[in-house]
């Protein structure tokens, strides 16, 4: 009688679950929003001295975050690429800022939107090309302020700060998917915080009274490094430009007028009011105090750390309007949702600022997944992963069955808290060629990065570095040539062209 109950439970159980009586479920939506330039050290969760992210830090809260977040080739263009091919650059065509990406490989937009999602861009593109995949575009043309946003039926101005602008424009477009069968797919795309640090008008003021900490690398004098480290012109001391960067206007000798045009031009009269009563007083200030030498550099990290802090703040706040839409909106429910950046940043660390090279601040990247119902809230995950992930994640949690050829892994196994076999090295290669006032000059180089050490090679110089992690977080201590690690060299170098090879990946001579 037991055995009989049981299988009768067996098949009723069956006949609910099974196939033909089932309703598939509802694919989730997936929501990436997307930072430019936003370092790691700059987010509260990820243990940021300095930065107040409390929305990045509830989304945090509800998901999942992963400590060991890098990408395959730190700089804009490039990263967009592999986020979007899940694949290395030279896979992908799109090995610098002034390439092309190729179109005959599949991106997931097009993936997901052939698969039904109804799909959306808004903010910055950065790609040579019409954004493909997407149903809906709204494109950034134009800095901080007033930006153009260009869509399917033209170019059209806007007054207001971009971040915000951007904010805007995509609850406008959740609003719309609201109450539809579709799944969707958004990539929220911000410019903040790349390079002009430009501080909204309700932002500007923030951080004055804060003396922001500095790195222990700021005055690093690249000692045993590749003479490349030395060489790239991304110093805080020496490469930020007065007006543009600094907001020092400088016209001749001195600092002479706040009002210059080529830092106001554009702006309201409004915005400039507020901007000139944020900087006129400090700047003067700024300008009797005469500093010089090591004080200057200190000052000049202030400043550029607080505007670029000012513009998280605004992206922290552009999180905050859009998971309290989708929770408002009853959406929350069945939406992913995605907090990462192109890549990180530079703020402070070896007197720099900017990005390009393989040294911590700028290979990591932030990466935090919520996924109501998979993701167990305030988790974090310490798998080495990869901006090329992204893709075949975002394929997994859409189902798709289509299997381009992708040189990432999905995180999906990760997000659901399972131990799936792992890599044990990211690849990296950083190849755009750079010189000039305006260029960085940052040497090409490659190299892999395990969970203690990492190996660089810049290759035009035929120089090697080599890091222990563990006992040398800041990279200061080049151990390439120590007989001591010489089987760790080797043994990274094997890696190395291991991973080049499997990825297809051949360095250019000049
Ligand atoms: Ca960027």
């Known amino acids: 009688m037991r055995f009989f109950l049981v299988s009768i439970l067996a098949i009723a159980v069956a006949a609910c679950s099974g196939p033909s009586s089932r309703k598939a479920p509802r694919r989730p939506n997936i929501v990436v929003i997307y930072a430019d330039d936003h370092a790691e050290r700059a987010i509260g969760a990820c243990g940021s001295p300095f930065a107040h992210t409390p929305n990045i830090d509830r989304l945090a809260a509800g998901g999942m975050r992963f400590t060991q977040s890098f990408v395959a080739n730190s700089i804009c263009g490039p990263a967009r690429a592999t986020f979007l091919t899940g694949l290395h650059s030279h896979a992908n065509g799109m090995t610098s800022n002034r390439s092309r990406l190729r179109r005959d490989v599949p991106n997931i937009a097009q993936r997901l939107q052939a698969a039904g999602y109804r799909t959306g861009v808004i903010g910055k593109w950065h790609l040579d090309s019409d954004p493909e995949g997407f149903d809906d575009w709204a494109l950034l043309r134009g800095g901080y302020y007033n930006p153009d946003l260009v869509t399917a039926a033209g170019r059209s101005p806007t007054t207001g700060y971009t971040t915000e602008i951007v904010t805007e424009n995509a609850l406008r477009w959740l609003e719309a998917r609201r109450g539809k069968d579709e799944p969707f797919f958004t990539w929220i795309s911000h410019t903040a915080s790349h390079r ?20 222990g690398t700021l005055f690093d004098d690249y000692a ?14 020496r490469d930020l430009f007065p007006a543009y960067d600094l907001k020092l206007p400088v016209t001749g000798e001195g600092i002479l007028d706040t ?3 080529n830092m106001l031009a554009g702006m309201t009269e409004g915005q400039r009011a507020a901007w000139r009563a944020a900087y006129d007083d400090k700047n003067r200030a ?3 105090a005469e500093l010089g030498g090591k004080e200057l550099v200190r000052w000049k990290y202030q400043r550029y750390m607080r505007d670029y802090l000012r513009c998280v703040d605004a992206l922290d706040d552009s999180v905050g309007a859009i998971l309290d839409y989708l929770e408002e909106s009853g959406l929350s429910e069945n939406t992913i949702v995605i907090y990462t950046s192109d890549q990180g940043f530079f703020l402070g660390e070896h007197g720099w600022y900017d990005k390009r090279w393989m040294y911590e601040p700028s290979l990591r990247t932030p990466l935090i997944v919520r996924w109501p119902g998979v993701t ?9 992963v990869q901006n090329i992930d992204l893709a075949p994640t975002l394929a997994a949690m859409a189902d798709l069955r289509d299997e381009p050829e992708m040189h990432g892994a999905s995180l999906v196994p990760l997000l659901r808290g399972q131990t799936p076999p792992w890599r044990d090295a990211i690849y990296y290669h950083y190849q755009q060629l750079d010189s000039g006032r305006t260029s960085h000059t940052v040497a090409r180089h490659c190299g892999v990065r395990g969970e203690r050490f990492k190996l660089m090679h810049l290759y035009d110089y035929d120089d090697w570095e080599l890091y222990d992690l563990e006992s040398d977080p800041d990279e200061v201590r ?3 040539g120590n007989p001591e690690y010489a089987e760790t060299a080797a043994a990274l170098r094997e890696t190395l062209a291991d991973l080049q090879h499997r990825f297809g990946d051949r360095l250019q001579k000049r």
């Open 286 to 288: 700024f300008a009797e």
């Open 224 to 237: 045993g490094r590749s003479r490349a480290a030395a060489e790239a012109q991304m110093r805080i001391s």
């Open 259 to 261: 009002n210059a045009e």
């Open 196 to 215: 002009t640090w430009r501080p909204g008008p309700q932002y500007l003021k923030r951080y004055d009274g804060t003396r922001i900490e500095e790195p």
């Open 478 to 480: 080049n151990l390439y």
């Open 376 to 384: 167990q809230g305030g988790s974090t995950n310490d798998r080495l």
